[in-house]
Protein backbone atom coordinates (compact mmCIF):
# COMPACT_ATOMS: atom_id res chain seq x y z
CA UNK A 1 0.00 0.00 0.00
CA UNK A 2 2.85 2.44 1.14
CA UNK A 3 4.71 1.58 -1.91
CA UNK A 4 1.59 2.09 -3.74
CA UNK A 5 1.45 5.16 -3.10
CA UNK A 6 4.79 6.12 -3.41
CA UNK A 7 4.95 4.85 -6.89
CA UNK A 8 1.54 6.81 -7.42
CA UNK A 9 3.04 9.81 -5.96
CA UNK A 10 6.60 9.67 -7.92
CA UNK A 11 3.99 8.87 -11.43
CA UNK A 12 2.14 12.29 -10.12
CA UNK A 13 5.00 14.33 -9.43
CA UNK A 14 6.66 13.34 -12.99
CA UNK A 15 3.57 13.97 -14.76
CA UNK A 16 3.33 17.36 -13.05
CA UNK A 17 7.07 17.81 -13.92
CA UNK A 18 6.27 16.89 -17.30
CA UNK A 19 3.47 19.27 -17.10
CA UNK A 20 5.73 22.19 -16.01
CA UNK A 21 8.24 21.12 -18.59
CA UNK A 22 5.54 21.03 -21.64
CA UNK A 23 4.27 24.70 -19.84
CA UNK A 24 7.94 26.70 -18.92
CA UNK A 25 10.62 25.24 -21.67
CA UNK A 26 11.11 28.33 -24.19
CA UNK A 27 9.89 27.42 -27.95
CA UNK A 28 12.55 27.60 -30.43
CA UNK A 29 11.93 31.70 -31.49
CA UNK A 30 14.49 32.04 -33.95
CA UNK A 31 14.32 32.32 -37.81
CA UNK A 32 16.50 33.56 -40.43
CA UNK A 33 16.08 37.39 -41.60
CA UNK A 34 13.02 38.55 -43.51
CA UNK A 35 13.31 39.67 -46.90
CA UNK A 36 13.43 43.15 -45.38
CA UNK A 37 16.43 42.37 -43.41
CA UNK A 38 17.98 39.94 -45.77
CA UNK A 39 18.53 42.68 -48.13
CA UNK A 40 19.94 45.10 -45.82
CA UNK A 41 22.19 42.57 -44.85
CA UNK A 42 23.34 41.58 -48.10
CA UNK A 43 24.24 45.96 -48.67
CA UNK A 44 26.05 45.96 -46.20
CA UNK A 45 28.19 42.81 -46.73
CA UNK A 46 28.93 44.26 -49.99
CA UNK A 47 29.36 48.15 -49.52
CA UNK A 48 28.71 48.35 -44.90
CA UNK A 49 32.30 49.39 -43.50
CA UNK A 50 32.89 46.60 -41.41
CA UNK A 51 31.89 47.90 -38.08
CA UNK A 52 28.85 48.81 -36.54
CA UNK A 53 26.57 51.75 -37.81
CA UNK A 54 23.15 53.40 -37.77
CA UNK A 55 20.83 53.03 -40.61
CA UNK A 56 18.36 54.84 -41.94
CA UNK A 57 15.49 53.86 -43.69
CA UNK A 58 14.73 56.98 -46.39
CA UNK A 59 11.27 55.46 -47.23
CA UNK A 60 10.55 54.43 -43.79
CA UNK A 61 11.27 58.00 -42.42
CA UNK A 62 9.41 60.16 -44.98
CA UNK A 63 6.07 57.67 -44.42
CA UNK A 64 6.73 58.64 -40.85
CA UNK A 65 6.94 62.42 -41.44
CA UNK A 66 3.93 62.34 -43.60
CA UNK A 67 1.87 60.37 -40.73
CA UNK A 68 3.16 63.07 -37.98
CA UNK A 69 2.33 66.19 -40.69
CA UNK A 70 -1.30 64.76 -41.52
CA UNK A 71 -1.63 64.87 -37.62
CA UNK A 72 -0.83 68.03 -36.89
CA UNK A 73 -3.18 69.56 -39.81
CA UNK A 74 -2.77 72.90 -42.00
CA UNK A 75 -3.98 75.24 -38.77
CA UNK A 76 -1.44 73.72 -36.67
CA UNK A 77 2.44 74.57 -36.80
CA UNK A 78 4.46 71.27 -37.05
CA UNK A 79 7.63 71.88 -34.66
CA UNK A 80 10.64 69.06 -35.38
CA UNK A 81 12.14 68.21 -32.11
CA UNK A 82 16.06 68.38 -32.82
CA UNK A 83 17.59 66.44 -30.16
CA UNK A 84 15.80 63.37 -31.39
CA UNK A 85 16.70 63.64 -34.89
CA UNK A 86 20.41 64.92 -33.87
CA UNK A 87 21.67 65.87 -37.69
CA UNK A 88 21.75 68.56 -39.82
CA UNK A 89 20.66 66.81 -43.31
CA UNK A 90 18.47 64.74 -41.30
CA UNK A 91 16.50 67.74 -39.95
CA UNK A 92 16.85 69.34 -43.69
CA UNK A 93 15.07 66.64 -44.70
CA UNK A 94 12.33 66.36 -42.43
CA UNK A 95 11.44 70.38 -42.24
CA UNK A 96 11.16 70.07 -45.97
CA UNK A 97 9.14 67.13 -46.42
CA UNK A 98 6.97 68.69 -43.27
CA UNK A 99 7.30 72.21 -45.00
CA UNK A 100 8.16 73.56 -41.56
CA UNK A 101 11.14 75.87 -40.30
CA UNK A 102 9.77 75.24 -36.44
CA UNK A 103 12.47 73.65 -34.26
CA UNK A 104 12.82 73.01 -30.32
CA UNK A 105 16.47 72.64 -29.04
CA UNK A 106 17.46 71.40 -25.94
CA UNK A 107 21.13 71.60 -25.95
CA UNK A 108 23.29 74.98 -26.77
CA UNK A 109 25.97 73.49 -28.41
CA UNK A 110 23.28 72.21 -30.84
CA UNK A 111 21.60 75.50 -31.04
CA UNK A 112 24.69 77.06 -32.01
CA UNK A 113 24.71 74.91 -35.16
CA UNK A 114 21.22 75.08 -35.66
CA UNK A 115 21.46 78.75 -36.29
CA UNK A 116 24.52 78.21 -38.69
CA UNK A 117 22.46 75.79 -40.74
CA UNK A 118 18.89 76.76 -40.47
CA UNK A 119 19.11 80.66 -40.42
CA UNK A 120 15.31 80.96 -41.62
CA UNK A 121 14.48 78.47 -38.62
CA UNK A 122 11.64 79.67 -35.83
CA UNK A 123 13.38 78.01 -32.33
CA UNK A 124 12.19 77.47 -29.03
CA UNK A 125 13.81 76.12 -26.37
CA UNK A 126 13.01 72.95 -25.16
CA UNK A 127 14.29 72.99 -21.63
CA UNK A 128 15.59 76.04 -19.47
CA UNK A 129 19.12 76.85 -20.21
CA UNK A 130 20.99 77.60 -17.51
CA UNK A 131 22.22 81.52 -17.84
CA UNK A 132 25.45 80.49 -18.68
CA UNK A 133 24.52 78.32 -21.38
CA UNK A 134 22.77 81.35 -22.72
CA UNK A 135 25.10 84.08 -22.13
CA UNK A 136 27.39 81.49 -24.12
CA UNK A 137 25.30 81.24 -27.29
CA UNK A 138 25.43 85.09 -27.55
CA UNK A 139 28.98 84.73 -27.41
CA UNK A 140 29.68 82.29 -30.38
CA UNK A 141 26.83 82.94 -31.96
CA UNK A 142 27.16 82.22 -36.19
CA UNK A 143 27.55 85.15 -38.09
CA UNK A 144 24.10 84.37 -40.44
CA UNK A 145 20.71 86.39 -40.66
CA UNK A 146 19.39 84.31 -37.66
CA UNK A 147 17.75 87.41 -35.73
CA UNK A 148 17.33 85.75 -32.13
CA UNK A 149 15.16 88.85 -30.91
CA UNK A 150 12.82 87.53 -33.39
CA UNK A 151 13.69 83.88 -34.14
CA UNK A 152 14.70 81.82 -30.57
CA UNK A 153 12.29 81.75 -28.15
CA UNK A 154 14.15 80.77 -24.49
CA UNK A 155 12.25 78.69 -22.26
CA UNK A 156 11.68 80.71 -18.72
CA UNK A 157 10.38 78.40 -16.08
CA UNK A 158 10.60 80.29 -13.19
CA UNK A 159 10.42 84.23 -12.01
CA UNK A 160 14.33 83.62 -11.14
CA UNK A 161 15.35 82.13 -14.06
CA UNK A 162 13.45 85.55 -15.82
CA UNK A 163 15.12 87.69 -13.53
CA UNK A 164 18.70 86.14 -14.31
CA UNK A 165 17.45 86.52 -17.92
CA UNK A 166 16.97 90.19 -17.69
CA UNK A 167 20.32 90.77 -16.36
CA UNK A 168 21.99 89.41 -19.19
CA UNK A 169 19.82 90.80 -21.90
CA UNK A 170 20.50 94.23 -20.01
CA UNK A 171 24.17 93.29 -20.26
CA UNK A 172 24.43 92.40 -23.71
CA UNK A 173 21.57 95.14 -25.20
CA UNK A 174 19.64 93.06 -26.61
CA UNK A 175 15.87 91.74 -26.74
CA UNK A 176 14.52 87.97 -25.41
CA UNK A 177 11.45 86.19 -26.47
CA UNK A 178 10.54 84.47 -23.20
CA UNK A 179 8.43 81.60 -23.82
CA UNK A 180 7.16 79.90 -20.21
CA UNK A 181 7.18 76.71 -19.46
CA UNK A 182 3.73 75.82 -17.92
CA UNK A 183 3.11 72.45 -15.85
CA UNK A 184 -0.41 70.91 -17.15
CA UNK A 185 0.40 67.59 -15.07
CA UNK A 186 3.59 66.25 -15.99
CA UNK A 187 5.09 67.72 -12.46
CA UNK A 188 8.46 67.96 -14.38
CA UNK A 189 9.00 71.84 -13.23
CA UNK A 190 7.91 74.87 -14.36
CA UNK A 191 4.91 77.19 -13.52
CA UNK A 192 2.58 75.59 -11.17
CA UNK A 193 -0.71 77.17 -11.66
CA UNK A 194 -1.77 80.22 -13.12
CA UNK A 195 -1.50 82.85 -10.34
CA UNK A 196 2.09 82.31 -10.53
CA UNK A 197 2.41 83.71 -13.88
CA UNK A 198 1.71 87.48 -12.44
CA UNK A 199 4.95 88.84 -11.13
CA UNK A 200 6.53 87.05 -14.85
CA UNK A 201 3.99 89.45 -16.79
CA UNK A 202 4.50 92.00 -14.56
CA UNK A 203 8.58 91.71 -14.69
CA UNK A 204 8.16 91.36 -18.77
CA UNK A 205 5.85 94.43 -18.96
CA UNK A 206 8.38 96.66 -17.06
CA UNK A 207 11.17 95.87 -19.52
CA UNK A 208 9.91 95.74 -23.32
CA UNK A 209 13.19 96.69 -24.22
CA UNK A 210 14.65 93.65 -22.90
CA UNK A 211 11.92 90.92 -22.33
CA UNK A 212 9.13 89.87 -24.49
CA UNK A 213 6.40 87.70 -23.88
CA UNK A 214 6.42 84.60 -26.85
CA UNK A 215 3.83 81.59 -25.60
CA UNK A 216 3.61 79.13 -23.29
CA UNK A 217 4.98 75.21 -23.69
CA UNK A 218 3.23 72.67 -21.72
CA UNK A 219 4.51 69.22 -22.55
CA UNK A 220 1.90 66.42 -21.20
CA UNK A 221 3.70 62.57 -22.11
CA UNK A 222 2.10 61.48 -18.71
CA UNK A 223 -0.90 60.59 -21.46
CA UNK A 224 1.29 57.96 -23.29
CA UNK A 225 0.15 54.87 -22.30
CA UNK A 226 -3.77 55.59 -21.86
CA UNK A 227 -4.72 55.16 -25.29
CA UNK A 228 -6.28 58.31 -24.82
CA UNK A 229 -8.47 60.32 -27.18
CA UNK A 230 -9.34 63.70 -26.51
CA UNK A 231 -12.78 63.04 -25.05
CA UNK A 232 -9.91 61.30 -22.03
CA UNK A 233 -10.79 62.92 -18.76
CA UNK A 234 -6.86 63.03 -18.48
CA UNK A 235 -6.51 64.56 -21.99
CA UNK A 236 -9.20 67.31 -21.05
CA UNK A 237 -7.92 67.92 -17.34
CA UNK A 238 -4.46 68.90 -19.45
CA UNK A 239 -6.26 71.20 -21.53
CA UNK A 240 -8.55 72.57 -19.09
CA UNK A 241 -5.13 73.35 -17.17
CA UNK A 242 -3.82 75.09 -20.32
CA UNK A 243 -6.80 77.07 -20.95
CA UNK A 244 -6.00 78.31 -17.20
CA UNK A 245 -2.98 79.61 -18.16
CA UNK A 246 -3.89 81.16 -21.08
CA UNK A 247 -6.92 82.83 -19.28
CA UNK A 248 -4.03 85.12 -17.47
CA UNK A 249 -2.13 86.61 -20.61
CA UNK A 250 -2.36 90.01 -20.97
CA UNK A 251 -4.62 91.41 -23.77
CA UNK A 252 -0.96 93.16 -24.91
CA UNK A 253 0.13 89.84 -25.89
CA UNK A 254 -1.18 89.38 -28.91
CA UNK A 255 -2.63 85.58 -28.93
CA UNK A 256 -2.69 84.78 -32.37
CA UNK A 257 1.46 85.61 -32.71
CA UNK A 258 1.76 83.98 -29.56
CA UNK A 259 3.60 80.47 -29.59
CA UNK A 260 1.30 77.50 -27.79
CA UNK A 261 3.46 73.96 -27.51
CA UNK A 262 2.81 70.84 -26.56
CA UNK A 263 2.61 67.47 -27.46
CA UNK A 264 5.82 64.88 -28.83
CA UNK A 265 5.51 61.78 -30.50
CA UNK A 266 3.42 60.32 -28.25
CA UNK A 267 1.22 62.37 -28.25
CA UNK A 268 0.37 64.64 -30.86
CA UNK A 269 -2.20 62.66 -32.36
CA UNK A 270 -4.74 63.28 -29.97
CA UNK A 271 -5.06 66.94 -30.59
CA UNK A 272 -5.85 66.72 -34.25
CA UNK A 273 -9.52 68.48 -33.34
CA UNK A 274 -8.76 70.85 -31.10
CA UNK A 275 -7.09 73.93 -31.17
CA UNK A 276 -5.73 74.92 -27.75
CA UNK A 277 -2.41 74.83 -28.79
CA UNK A 278 -1.23 76.05 -32.33
CA UNK A 279 2.34 74.39 -32.07
CA UNK A 280 2.93 70.69 -31.83
CA UNK A 281 5.94 68.60 -31.66
CA UNK A 282 7.89 65.76 -32.38
CA UNK A 283 10.66 64.04 -33.36
CA UNK A 284 11.24 60.32 -32.57
CA UNK A 285 8.30 59.36 -33.96
CA UNK A 286 10.08 60.07 -37.29
CA UNK A 287 12.20 57.04 -36.64
CA UNK A 288 10.82 55.38 -34.33
CA UNK A 289 12.23 53.43 -31.85
CA UNK A 290 10.95 50.75 -29.38
CA UNK A 291 10.15 53.46 -26.83
CA UNK A 292 7.94 54.42 -28.90
CA UNK A 293 5.93 51.70 -29.86
CA UNK A 294 3.19 53.13 -28.01
CA UNK A 295 -0.86 53.45 -29.13
CA UNK A 296 -0.37 56.80 -31.38
CA UNK A 297 2.13 55.99 -33.48
CA UNK A 298 0.60 52.57 -34.40
CA UNK A 299 1.08 53.48 -37.93
CA UNK A 300 4.20 54.97 -38.09
CA UNK A 301 7.39 52.23 -38.96
CA UNK A 302 10.89 51.21 -37.30
CA UNK A 303 13.20 53.81 -39.46
CA UNK A 304 16.42 53.59 -37.54
CA UNK A 305 18.79 49.88 -37.32
CA UNK A 306 21.71 49.60 -35.68
CA UNK A 307 23.94 47.10 -37.42
CA UNK A 308 26.60 44.98 -36.57
CA UNK A 309 28.56 42.19 -37.76
CA UNK A 310 29.29 39.15 -36.44
CA UNK A 311 32.63 38.44 -35.70
CA UNK A 312 32.63 34.80 -34.43
CA UNK A 313 30.62 31.57 -34.50
CA UNK A 314 29.75 28.95 -32.61
CA UNK A 315 27.32 25.44 -32.76
CA UNK A 316 27.30 25.31 -28.73
CA UNK A 317 26.71 27.78 -25.79
CA UNK A 318 30.35 28.55 -23.81
CA UNK A 319 30.16 30.47 -21.07
CA UNK A 320 32.76 31.59 -18.83
CA UNK A 321 33.22 29.31 -15.78
CA UNK A 322 31.40 26.45 -15.33
CA UNK A 323 30.86 24.07 -18.14
CA UNK A 324 27.82 22.28 -17.01
CA UNK A 325 26.18 25.38 -16.95
CA UNK A 326 26.30 26.79 -20.35
CA UNK A 327 25.96 22.92 -21.35
CA UNK A 328 22.38 23.03 -18.66
CA UNK A 329 21.48 26.49 -20.51
CA UNK A 330 21.48 24.45 -23.78
CA UNK A 331 19.62 21.83 -23.30
CA UNK A 332 17.37 23.42 -21.57
CA UNK A 333 16.76 26.39 -24.13
CA UNK A 334 16.22 25.64 -27.69
CA UNK A 335 17.64 29.55 -27.90
CA UNK A 336 20.83 28.83 -26.66
CA UNK A 337 21.92 26.45 -29.30
CA UNK A 338 24.18 28.58 -30.96
CA UNK A 339 26.76 31.10 -30.27
CA UNK A 340 27.60 34.67 -31.69
CA UNK A 341 29.95 37.54 -30.75
CA UNK A 342 28.76 40.78 -32.18
CA UNK A 343 31.03 43.71 -33.03
CA UNK A 344 29.92 46.15 -30.40
CA UNK A 345 26.98 45.70 -28.07
CA UNK A 346 25.25 47.25 -25.38
CA UNK A 347 23.66 49.71 -26.84
CA UNK A 348 20.39 51.38 -25.92
CA UNK A 349 18.70 49.45 -27.92
CA UNK A 350 16.69 46.02 -28.55
CA UNK A 351 17.17 42.90 -30.84
CA UNK A 352 15.56 43.32 -33.85
CA UNK A 353 16.86 40.57 -36.14
CA UNK A 354 17.41 37.65 -36.70
CA UNK A 355 14.57 36.87 -34.35
CA UNK A 356 14.57 35.07 -31.21
CA UNK A 357 18.23 35.92 -29.69
CA UNK A 358 18.07 35.20 -26.37
CA UNK A 359 18.94 37.65 -23.45
CA UNK A 360 22.53 37.56 -23.56
CA UNK A 361 24.54 35.66 -21.00
CA UNK A 362 26.70 39.07 -20.12
CA UNK A 363 26.93 42.31 -22.03
CA UNK A 364 29.73 44.00 -23.65
CA UNK A 365 30.27 46.92 -25.20
CA UNK A 366 32.89 45.36 -27.28
CA UNK A 367 32.11 42.04 -28.05
CA UNK A 368 28.25 40.50 -27.42
CA UNK A 369 27.86 37.33 -26.86
CA UNK A 370 24.46 36.74 -28.49
CA UNK A 371 22.89 33.00 -28.69
CA UNK A 372 20.38 32.08 -30.67
CA UNK A 373 18.62 28.48 -31.67
CA UNK A 374 19.70 26.51 -35.14
CA UNK A 375 17.23 28.04 -36.76
CA UNK A 376 19.18 31.25 -36.96
CA UNK A 377 21.78 30.28 -39.53
CA UNK A 378 23.91 33.28 -39.68
CA UNK A 379 27.92 32.93 -40.51
CA UNK A 380 30.86 35.56 -39.77
CA UNK A 381 30.69 38.72 -41.28
CA UNK A 382 26.33 38.84 -41.42
CA UNK A 383 24.79 41.57 -39.91
CA UNK A 384 22.75 41.16 -37.03
CA UNK A 385 20.25 44.11 -36.18
CA UNK A 386 18.94 46.26 -33.25
CA UNK A 387 16.40 49.14 -32.80
CA UNK A 388 17.75 51.69 -30.66
CA UNK A 389 15.36 52.38 -27.82
CA UNK A 390 15.74 56.24 -27.71
CA UNK A 391 16.88 58.49 -30.77
CA UNK A 392 18.55 61.10 -29.32
CA UNK A 393 21.30 59.38 -27.85
CA UNK A 394 21.77 56.24 -29.64
CA UNK A 395 22.09 58.31 -32.90
CA UNK A 396 24.93 60.23 -31.76
CA UNK A 397 27.67 57.02 -31.42
CA UNK A 398 27.87 55.82 -34.92
CA UNK A 399 29.17 58.42 -36.91
CA UNK A 400 27.57 59.34 -40.21
CA UNK A 401 24.23 57.60 -40.37
CA UNK A 402 23.87 55.64 -43.17
CA UNK A 403 20.51 56.58 -45.52
CA UNK A 404 19.35 53.88 -47.36
CA UNK A 405 16.85 54.11 -50.28
CA UNK A 406 15.49 51.48 -52.27
CA UNK A 407 18.01 48.59 -51.12
CA UNK A 408 21.02 51.14 -51.40
CA UNK A 409 22.98 53.47 -49.69
CA UNK A 410 21.66 57.11 -51.07
CA UNK A 411 23.27 58.90 -48.38
CA UNK A 412 25.68 59.77 -45.41
CA UNK A 413 23.95 62.46 -43.00
CA UNK A 414 27.03 63.45 -39.90
CA UNK A 415 25.28 63.72 -36.84
CA UNK A 416 25.54 66.93 -34.43
CA UNK A 417 28.23 67.18 -31.78
CA UNK A 418 27.59 67.07 -28.17
CA UNK A 419 30.34 69.78 -27.47
CA UNK A 420 31.76 72.79 -29.28
CA UNK A 421 35.75 73.38 -29.24
CA UNK A 422 36.37 75.85 -26.92
C1 LIG B 1 9.43 69.72 -24.10
C2 LIG B 1 9.35 68.55 -24.98
N1 LIG B 1 8.52 68.58 -26.04
C3 LIG B 1 8.44 67.55 -26.90
C4 LIG B 1 9.20 66.42 -26.72
C5 LIG B 1 8.97 65.29 -27.66
O1 LIG B 1 10.04 64.75 -28.30
P1 LIG B 1 9.82 63.36 -29.04
O2 LIG B 1 8.77 63.54 -30.05
O3 LIG B 1 11.15 63.07 -29.62
O4 LIG B 1 9.41 62.39 -27.97
C6 LIG B 1 10.09 66.34 -25.63
C7 LIG B 1 10.91 65.15 -25.41
O5 LIG B 1 11.62 65.00 -24.46
C8 LIG B 1 10.16 67.43 -24.74
O6 LIG B 1 10.96 67.40 -23.65
Do not use: C
Not at 171 to 195: C, F, K, S, T, Y
Not at 373 to 401: A, K, M
Request: hydrophobic fraction near 40%; glycine fraction near 8%.
Amino acid sequence: MKRRTLLFGGAGMAASAAVATFLWRPEDRGGPHDLYFSRLNELLKRDGPGYPVLVIDLERLEHNVDVLTRSVGAEKRYRVVVKSLPSVPMLKHVMARADTNALMVFHQPFLTAIVAAFPDSDVLMGKPMPINAAARFYRTQPNTSFQSQRQLQWLIDSHERLRQYQTLARQLGVRMLVNVEIDVGLHRGGIPEPAALEPIFATIASDPEHLQFSGFMGYEPHLTGLGAGLDHPAVQNVLSLYRGFLDRVPPSALRERLTLNGAGSHTLRIYERDHTMNDLAAGSGVVKPTDFDTHHLAENLPAAFIATPILKRYDELRAPGAPWLAKAMQSWDPNRQRLYYIYGGFWKARYASPPGIAEPLYHSTNQEPVSTSTSVNLGVDDYVFLRPTQSEHVLLQFGDLLVVKNGEFVDRWPVFHQTEKT
